[in-house]
């Protein structure tokens, strides 16, 4: 029996957000960044995760991403912004608006966005601004032997 996992990937990106709800590709935590922000590539040297809690995915969503794609990992980017708190902000899909098609990356979503809104970040002194935006993680599905 092959067990299905998932595994988050952290990478840094431009995104825009809407003001709807999260799963069906609007944002979760809305706010306005203020004047001053930092890419969130750059803000990385300024800042330590305390605390990144994994999502609650259904195991039978699980695997229903990997089998809906064959044998390509199926995979749900989410884009965010760092607040000067240390919380997460502005929590929306990042993929292509298209794939909400599918029913079970719609699924997915929302237990992303609620995992990445229990994100803590901590500041260093040494930040020249405290609001990241434009981060971005991936969650991919993929088969584990």
């Keep these: 029996m092959r067990l299905v996992g998932v595994v988050v990937v952290g990478v840094c990106a431009s995104a825009c957000a809407s003001q709807e709800l999260v799963h069906f590709g609007g944002t979760l935590n809305p706010a306005e960044p203020p004047g001053a922000t930092m890419r969130c590539y750059?803000?990385?040297?300024?800042?330590?995760?305390?605390?990144?809690?994994?999502p609650d995915f259904p195991e039978e969503l699980a695997y229903f991403m990997y089998i809906s794609q064959s044998s390509a990992p199926r995979e749900i980017l989410m884009r965010f912004d760092i607040a000067p708190d240390g919380t997460t902000r502005n929590i929306r899909y990042g993929?292509?608006?298209?794939?909400l098609d599918h029913g079970a990356t719609r699924d997915a979503v929302s237990?992303?966005?609620r995992a990445i809104a229990t994100w803590r970040y901590?500041?260093?002194d040494t930040a020249p601004s405290r609001?990241?935006?434009g981060c971005e993680t991936r969650f991919?599905?993929?088969m584990r032997g």
């Design 42 to 54: 750059g803000a990385r040297e300024h800042m330590t995760i305390v605390d990144r809690p994994a």
């Design 122 to 124: 901590a500041w260093s």
């Design 111 to 113: 237990p992303a966005a």
């Design 140 to 142: 991919d599905f993929a």
């Design 95 to 99: 993929g292509d608006v298209a794939d």
């Design 131 to 133: 609001y990241a935006t």
